[in-house]
């Protein structure tokens, strides 16, 4: 890929911030589920806590190393749609020949569909 302009980069880093969101939201739906459930008394608040620490110490701070510690938008855009985050249609056409090759790796080590739980 030829060398992106500043404007195409902070286009990328954008992008990337919107899969951050959209896989984050995708991770509290499941906590909000758990909240839920402790509403109803189906799961005790201890149940409830250690999803709560899990979520913070585990999903959360995967997304953050993900999309924040990585500081490649590219990168971080190739493994939200490997993992079904984003669609290529949503990806610029600069740049989607880059994003669906480096997918493809994630996808051979087994990132494919795998969301956030």
């Known amino acids: 890929m030829n060398e992106l ?6 286009h990328l880093r954008k992008l990337a911030g919107q899969c951050y ?8 739906e499941s906590l909000f589920n758990n909240f839920q ?7 005790s608040v201890w ?6 620490h899990e979520h913070h110490n585990g999903t959360a701070r995967d997304l953050w ?8 938008p ?7 749609f490997a993992k079904g985050i984003i669609q290529i249609e949503e990806v610029p056409e600069y740049c989607r ?3 669906e ?17």
């Open 97 to 99: 020949e880059s994003v």
């Open 65 to 72: 190393k993900t999309y924040e510690q990585i500081n490649n």
């Open 5 to 10: 302009s500043k404007s195409q980069m902070k």
């Open 74 to 80: 590219i990168l971080a855009i190739s493994m939200a």
């Open 101 to 117: 090759r480096m997918a493809e790796t994630f996808e051979i080590f087994g990132e494919k569909g795998s969301t956030t739980k």
């Open 21 to 28: 969101e959209k896989e984050m939201s995708i991770a509290l």
């Open 47 to 52: 149940d409830l806590n250690d999803k709560i």
């Open 37 to 43: 459930k402790w509403k109803k008394s189906e799961i």
